[in-house]
């Protein structure tokens, strides 16, 4: 199942990155705003400006309801990994989410495109797919992986927004 997600955020792309990657409190309160426990496995960074690269693997707990039926397919082992890396000449990042126990069986990934806009501001655009092959099951997956990645994306752009404006000075 393929779909788009995008937004339009009142930030630089400069900003926009240092805030997303090295700004510790902003992760820190997006995260307990997601209801989410990340342990930051890999965090590898070189260049600045247009040559930022950034290469980032997160093991993530929820902390909100999971399906049941998600559970039971995940044998309660609901951490799951994420994995990316930025090229920001390209103005792209690469997404991958492996699961648990399924991560064989189901393809969670795709990428964000960044354009600077004028005045200062950024649209986001990710286009992801989830492809679960797991017979009776794969579709249910995929559309509870896409509606929780669609909520996300929601709250994370309401969430920066709101941390942008009152945190005008910050990186």
């Not at 247009?50 to 902390?63: F, G, K, S, T, W």
């Amino acid at each position: 199942m393929d779909f788009i997600v995008d937004d339009v955020l009142d930030v630089s792309l400069q900003r926009f990155w240092n805030v997303l990657f090295f700004d510790r409190e902003y992760d820190r309160a997006l995260y307990d705003f997601l209801r989410l426990d990340p342990e930051r496995l890999v965090f590898e960074w070189h260049g600045e400006g247009d040559d930022l690269h950034v290469r980032r693997r997160l093991r993530i707990m929820p902390r909100r309801d999971i399906p049941a039926f998600i559970k039971t397919v995940l044998r309660g082992m609901l951490a799951y990994e994420e994995c990316i890396t930025l090229n920001a000449r390209e103005r792209r990042m690469d997404v991958k989410v492996v699961l648990p126990v399924i991560g064989e069986r189901v393809d969670v990934s795709g990428h964000y495109e960044f354009e600077g806009l004028p005045g200062d501001k950024l649209r986001w655009r990710y286009q992801g797919r989830c492809v679960a092959r797991i017979p009776l099951l794969g579709h249910k997956i995929d559309e509870f992986m896409v509606g929780e990645f669609r909520k996300a994306m929601a709250e994370v752009a309401t969430f920066t927004k709101h941390w942008l404006t009152a945190h005008p000075t910050r990186p």
